[in-house]
């Protein structure tokens, strides 16, 4: 689980905050905080964060001490998330990919993790099947999510994810 090098760009992050992204994970710390506490990642774990978006929830728990992959089918999010960590000199490797079809061996993980994220899946089920997968037995696995039938998850149906990129 080796991270690539590549060039940053803040141009990518602007973007990013424009979309509001960045605004999110604000104001929605209390959550994400929330979801990693109950993680409870160890230093020198292995924690996955699917759906990572702008990899909130990835940085914190990156200062547990643990090691942290976030993936995010957005390529636009995931190197907004790259910039980020490095901004604060956390090392998180991010991969794109979809987290219908998660692109790691069998029991990788210590922790799996989600934070608004896997909610919006087409396939739901399969989503619990990946993240159930990679999870190492006795493993642990926290998700934050939307009730089906708030005016959030509703706002983000119906006028949000229309405007999202599709998973590759």
């Keep these: 689980m080796k991270a690539k090098k ?3 760009d803040k141009s990518n992050l602007d973007h990013c905050r424009f979309l509001g992204h960045d605004r999110f ?3 929605f710390s209390d959550a994400l905080q929330h979801c990693v506490r109950r993680l409870n990642p160890k230093p020198d774990e292995w924690v996955l964060d699917v759906a990572t978006g702008t990899g909130g ?3 914190l728990a990156a200062t547990k001490g643990c ?3 976030g993936l995010d089918y957005s390529e636009v999010l995931i190197k907004a998330a790259r910039t980020l960590a490095l901004d604060r000199h956390l090392n998180i490797q991010f991969d794109v990919g979809d987290a ?8 990788s993980f210590d922790a799996v993790m989600s934070t608004f ?3 919006f899946a087409a396939k739901p089920e399969l989503v619990a099947s990946e993240l159930a997968r990679v999870c190492k037995p006795g493993g642990r696995l926290a998700l934050a999510v939307w009730h089906s039938d708030c005016t959030l998850a509703r706002l983000s149906r119906e006028v949000v994810l229309p ?3 599709k998973p590759c």
Excluded: K, T
């Design 163 to 165: 405007f999202s990129p």
């Design 6 to 8: 590549e060039n940053y």
């Design 67 to 69: 090691r942290v992959i």
């Design 100 to 107: 219908q079809q998660l692109p790691y061996a069998d029991q």
């Design 25 to 27: 994970s604000e104001d």
């Design 117 to 119: 994220g896997v909610m």
């Design 57 to 59: 929830s990835a940085r």
